[in-house]
Every structure is written in C-alpha cells, then in structure tokens.
T-cell receptor, first 113, second 114 residues
Framework: DQQVKQNSPSLSVQEGRISILNCDYTNSMFDYFLWYKKYPAEGPTFLISISSIKDKNEDGRFTVFLNKSAKHLSLHIVPSQPGDSAVYFCAASASGNTGKLIFGQGTTLQVKP | DSGVTQTPKHLITATGQRVTLRCSPRSGDLSVYWYQQSLDQGLQFLIQYYNGEERAKGNILERFSAQQFPDLHSELNLSSLELGDSALYFC?????????????FGPGTRLLVL
C-alpha cells in the first residue's frame, strides 16, 4: 500500500524554466511533508518542508505547495538550473513520538542547458 | 557532507550469509533511522532508535535486527540473506527523533547478494 505516490518517474525541463514535481498521499494522519534531493552515490539531502497548517513554504528558488483537501503537494523550482538534475523524493510524517518518514518512489529531474 | 557516516560503502555476499552494516550519526543527534531502497523504489523505513532504545519499527523482516550502542552508533544485522535483500541501505539521524525534524542521511551501503 503506497501511502505517498510520485506518479511521474521522470521530468525534463530547459534551464531557466520552472520545474514542477508532484506528490500525492492517502493517509489523513500525515501532517508534515518534506522534499529530499538525491544525487547518484550520495544519500538524500533535505531540501524543504511544509507543515499541514500552511499551504505554501518558500526557500530561495524552491517553493512547496500543499493542498490538503486534494492530499497533494508540489515542489516548484524557479529558475531551474543544470545542477538541480537529481532524484527528488517526497516524504511524509505523522504526529507522534517517531519521526519515521514515508517516502514516495522519487522523480528524476533532468535540467537541460 | 551530512555528518552521518556509513560503512562499508559496498558489500557483496552470498545467499544464506550474515552481514553487519554500521552507522555513526551526526554529532549531537540522539536518534538513528534505517531505510532500505530497492531498485526503482522509494526508501522504506525499517527501524528507529533513540538514545539506545527502539522507538519505532517499520516493515523490517525478522531476519533483520538492529541496535544502537551507548556511543550512539548503530548497527543493522541482516541474516540468512536472500537475493531480494540486495538494495541500498541508508542510515539517517536527527536530534530528538521526533516529527518535524529534518533527517540527515549517510551515503548508504550498497548490498549485493549473489
């Protein structure tokens, strides 16, 4: 049972354009969402997060949007740069005494020069 | 560099064998997590420790076990290995092991079972 889904395995965009990565979840108990970026042969790196009490969080070129009613979040990268080419994972957690994360399958982003 | 170290980087072994993966958390982090990433899959949560005590368990097989030692490093033991255990195993750490904390991941151990 995949509680966090990233339905697009890959995405290709031109340098300078916007990249939009999508993520859907099914568990209503999730109240905190994170995006991680992963380069080959490295571990995932934390990128940005959002709490369920917000619908938007911005950090430089990265913005995450949360639509709770649709159980959907998206990561916007503007402008996209070739160095952004990586696998992006969406992850979710629920309140409680554990910070365990439930990850999506990942989306491979390729930014072309 | 996340500050989380994992050894070894690569491991090749045979079915039926037992291996131990090691993780040292970031300085100051009390909680350690283990995740498994199989081919073309997302990371699957296995188990979490906080200050030496097990805090949460995911879909971890009975053949797998883990512990966190007094110096806070952690080991993941995989026994009676099967071909399907071939995967990337990541360790992550955070300060308190609670929700809303970013987790910092090590570079992973790539396990190949032949």
């Amino acid at each position: 049972d995949q509680q966090v889904k990233q339905n697009s395995p890959s995405l290709s965009v031109q340098e300078g354009r916007i990249s939009i990565l999508n993520c859907d979840y099914t568990n209503s108990m999730f109240d905190y969402f994170l995006w991680y970026k992963k380069y080959p042969a490295e571990g995932p790196t934390f990128l940005i997060s959002i709490s369920s009490i917000k619908d938007k969080n911005e950090d430089g070129r990265f913005t995450v949007f949360l639509n709770k009613s649709a159980k959907h979040l998206s990561l916007h990268i503007v402008p996209s740069q070739p160095g952004d080419s990586a696998v992006y994972f969406c992850a979710a957690s629920a309140s409680g005494n554990t910070g365990k994360l439930i990850f999506g399958q990942g989306t491979t982003l390729q930014v072309k020069p | 560099d996340s500050g989380v170290t994992q050894t070894p980087k690569h491991l090749i072994t045979a079915t039926g064998q037992r291996v131990t993966l090691r993780c040292s958390p970031r300085s100051g982090d009390l909680s350690v997590y283990w995740y498994q990433q199989s081919l073309d899959q997302g990371l699957q949560f296995l188990i979490q420790y906080y200050n030496g005590e097990e805090r949460a368990k995911g879909n971890i097989l009975e053949r797998f076990s883990a512990q966190q030692f007094p110096d806070l490093h952690s080991e993941l033991n995989l026994s009676s290995l099967e071909l399907g255990d071939s995967a990337l195993y990541f360790c992550a750490s955070s300060v308190e092991g609670l929700p809303r904390e970013a987790q910092y991941f090590g570079p992973g151990t790539r396990l190949l079972v032949l």
